[in-house]
């Protein structure tokens, strides 16, 4: 039988600066996954395709994926689809478990 004089230390409760710089950064890390999601998303959509008009090439090609990072960032600015804050939910539930 386990007596409560055999349990382990409780663990020191997390400085709130600590506490407050992790939740920022799992923010971020879920903005980041948005907006990798909705960058794919447009391309599926074909924005940014290139077109028969100038030839296409590689660098069109890059020129377009540039544009559709940076249009999805924006969109992750402007509130996105709620994706971020989903995933920041799921994973701050899991990071303090």
């Known amino acids: 039988m386990t ?3 055999d349990l382990p230390p ?4 997390p400085n ?5 710089q992790a939740d920022e950064k799992l923010r971020d890390a879920a903005q980041k996954m948005e907006a990798t999601f909705l960058a794919e998303m447009l391309k599926s959509a074909g924005v940014g395709k290139p077109r ?3 030839g296409g090439g ?3 090609e890059h ?5 559709r990072e940076a249009q999805a960032q924006e969109m992750v600015k402007t509130g996105g689809i709620g ?8 994973m701050k539930v899991r990071s303090i478990a």
Not at 10 to 13: E, Q, S
């Open 3 to 5: 007596m409560i004089t």
């Open 10 to 13: 409780p663990r020191p409760a």
């Open 16 to 20: 709130l600066p600590d506490f407050i």
């Open 52 to 54: 028969d008009t100038f």
């Open 58 to 60: 590689a660098g069109e």
């Open 63 to 67: 020129f377009a994926s540039f544009l």
């Open 83 to 90: 994706l971020a804050e989903a995933l920041f939910e799921a």
